[in-house]
Nanobody, 118 residues
Framework: QVVLVESGGGLVQPGGSLRLTCTAR????????MGWYRQARGKQRELVAN??????????GYADSVKGRFTISRDNAKNTVYLQMNNLKPEDTAVYYC?????????WGQGTQVTVSS
């Protein structure tokens, strides 16, 4: 059974930091492209950051709105992908979802809430 489990969300003040963690079970993690998406209330889900699989060299990509503030990384030995979020803004408030994708498979975590508010 494939499971993606996110953790690390919470309430933080503007300018603060959080680190999200997603641990995968049941997949050959190294061969999956991993990503973080978010969905704010009343808005569509959007891609925040992604990191390619081991064959593609772990190349990263970011939404313009988070460039310079967020960093995605992965530890293939731990089947884990991270999202370090710095200088958080109220507009970063959303449910954040972990995604794992291969050529024929697409898996999602259950989501973790991030709230940026004073």
């Amino acid at each position: 059974q494939v499971v993606l489990v996110e953790s690390g969300g919470g309430l933080v003040q503007p300018g603060g930091s959080l680190r999200l963690t997603c641990t995968a079970r049941g997949i050959f993690f190294s061969f999956f492209d991993m990503g973080w998406y978010r969905q704010a209330r009343g808005k569509q889900r959007e891609l925040v950051a992604n990191i390619s699989n081991i064959s593609s060299g772990g190349t990263t990509g970011y939404a313009d709105s988070v460039k310079g503030r967020f960093t995605i990384s992965r530890d293939n030995a731990k089947n884990t992908v991270y999202l370090q979020m710095n200088n958080l803004k109220p507009e970063d408030t959303a449910v954040y979802y972990c995604n794992g994708k291969s050529r024929f498979r697409d898996y999602w975590g259950q989501g973790t809430q991030v709230t940026v508010s004073s």
